[in-house]
């Protein structure tokens, strides 16, 4: 989940230990990379079908779908640095060797550090939605995110959203199907647009706290072309 963390951005004891452990080995700070891609081959030792996930929250999901999918090497931008450190904690334990973590902006590591054509997969999963209506401005997924994902998608690679924010989800139905370079998959199957959940996608915490709590989450999947 992108957002933004007001005044929590403390770790616990576990999550520094982690951190001072493990960030050199399976980090890096967007603003620390050097000019031009990423050299994502020579970060995981091989060449495979690239899958970047933005805002992987405190990495539930991230962690269960690296695990899942061995053939396919994830990246996980966040900028909440406890997320980030409890998503160690999860590499460490699982021993996941596909998965690497950025800390940063996730619209200046595309634009400067992803080449084109560069991912298999771009993942968003309950982005902040930013519910006051002044604040909407703030929202990710605005167009010109989607313009630049989109371009940095292969052909017939995936652009996958979700968010149990009826209202927000309406919004990013709109901004997708007005990307040029995107196709929504679900074509005349859904009479609303939307995707039906796919079962590879883990249920969260959140997601569950959402489901309890009455709100009806939302897929959406597109597909460059």
């Known amino acids: 989940m992108q957002t933004t ?25 967007v603003v ?14 091989r060449a495979a079908p ?18 899942d999918a061995p ?14 450190a409890q ?22 590591l595309l634009a400067e550090h992803v080449a084109p054509s ?23 997924v605005r167009p010109e995110l989607v313009a630049l994902v989109a371009s940095r998608l292969t052909l017939g690679g995936t652009l996958h959203l979700a968010t149990d924010w009826v209202p927000y989800a309406e919004e990013m139905l709109a901004v997708c199907a007005a990307e040029p370079a995107l196709r929504n998959t679900v074509g005349d199957s859904s009479p609303d647009g939307f995707a039906t959940r796919p079962t590879w996608r883990p249920v969260t915490k959140f997601e569950q706290r959402a489901r309890d ?3 009806v989450v939302r897929d959406l999947l597109f597909v460059r072309v």
């Open 5 to 29: 963390y007001p005044q929590r951005a403390r770790m616990t004891p576990g999550q520094q230990r982690a951190w001072e452990r493990s960030w050199g080995r399976w980090g890096e700070d």
């Open 32 to 45: 620390d990379l050097p000019d031009g891609p990423l050299d994502v081959a020579g970060w995981f030792g």
């Open 50 to 67: 690239v899958v970047l996930e933005i805002g992987s929250g405190m990495g539930e999901s991230t962690a269960s779908m690296a695990i």
């Open 71 to 84: 053939g396919v090497d994830h990246l996980a931008v966040e900028v909440y640095r406890p997320g980030l």
């Open 87 to 108: 998503l160690l904690l999860r590499i460490e334990q699982a021993g996941i060797t596909n998965l690497r973590l950025l800390r940063g902006d996730a619209h200046a």
């Open 118 to 140: 560069g991912l298999h997969a771009v993942r968003i999963y309950f982005p902040d939605p930013w519910p006051k209506r002044r604040h909407h401005k703030r929202r990710l």
């Open 213 to 215: 709590e009455g709100r």
